[in-house]
């Protein structure tokens, strides 16, 4: 158990919909990062917060938006969604310290 | 734009032999590595890292060799165990950064045969 959480592990949903996916770090982490892994991709980075700040954007859609709140848990908004964007979307924290990064089980976005 | 690749998508090893698995990367400003291993239906986990400093790591039955010169880090199981098979996942980052972004390559799958 790596101590990252996220929320739902599972999501079936339509083209053009929005949903929201929820990542609470390692207790103690302030770093927050989103990973996003396709079929035949490794993880592709996508956002990165810092104690409720956006520290580095990676290839993040413009229809894709995060955001840290003060608890430090994060939100991943994914909008019009399309078939493309079925994915793993893995979460990950860090305490600052030579790079480790602890990955939460990731939630499977199944676009249909 | 790939700065880290992992040109294998997959090795096979018989149990008991050593398993090595390649990285290769494009960024000079990389100083930090790591990999990670991943189950099905689980997050990647760490395994071990290697900083720019050394060019090698031990941690068990697990070896990291760097080849600055190369850009060329290399991943030894030895022996290689049935609970092994896993996909592995080669990373790397600008540790002088202002923030600890890993780098991926798109991953070894790993399978061991009893």
């Known amino acids: 158990d790596s101590g990252v959480t996220q929320t739902p592990k599972h999501l079936i949903t339509a083209t053009g919909q929005r949903v929201t996916l929820r990542c609470s770090p390692r207790?103690?982490?302030?770093?927050v990062y989103w990973y996003q892994q396709s079929l035949d991709q490794g993880l592709q980075f996508l956002i990165q917060?810092?104690?409720?700040?956006?520290?580095a954007k990676g290839n993040i859609l413009e229809r894709f938006s995060a955001q840290q709140f003060p608890d430090l848990h994060s939100e991943l908004n994914l909008s019009s969604l399309e078939l493309g964007d079925s994915a793993l979307y893995f979460c990950?924290?860090?305490?600052?310290?030579?790079?480790?990064?602890?990955f939460g089980e990731g939630s499977r976005l199944t676009v249909l | 734009d790939q700065q880290v690749k992992q040109n294998s998508p997959s090795l096979s090893v018989q149990e008991g032999r050593i398993s090595i698995l390649n990285c290769d990367y494009t960024?000079?400003?990389?100083?930090?590595f790591l990999w990670y291993k991943k189950y099905p239906a689980e997050g990647p986990t760490f395994l071990i890292s290697?900083?720019?400093?050394?060019d090698k790591n031990e941690d068990g039955r697990f070896t990291v060799f760097l080849n600055k010169s190369a850009k060329h880090l290399s991943l030894h199981i030895v022996p290689s165990q049935p609970g092994d098979s896993a996909v592995y996942f080669c990373?790397?980052?600008?540790?002088?950064?202002?923030?600890?972004?890993?780098?991926f390559g798109k991953g070894t799958l790993l399978t061991v045969n009893p």
């Open positions: 990373a790397a980052e600008n540790s002088g950064g202002s923030n600890y972004k890993l780098t």
């Open positions: 990950a924290s860090s305490s600052r310290t030579a790079g480790e990064l602890f």
């Open positions: 917060y810092y104690n409720g700040e956006e520290r």
């Open positions: 960024n000079s400003m990389f100083d930090y």
């Open positions: 207790s103690g982490d302030l770093s």
């Open positions: 290697i900083s720019s400093i050394k």
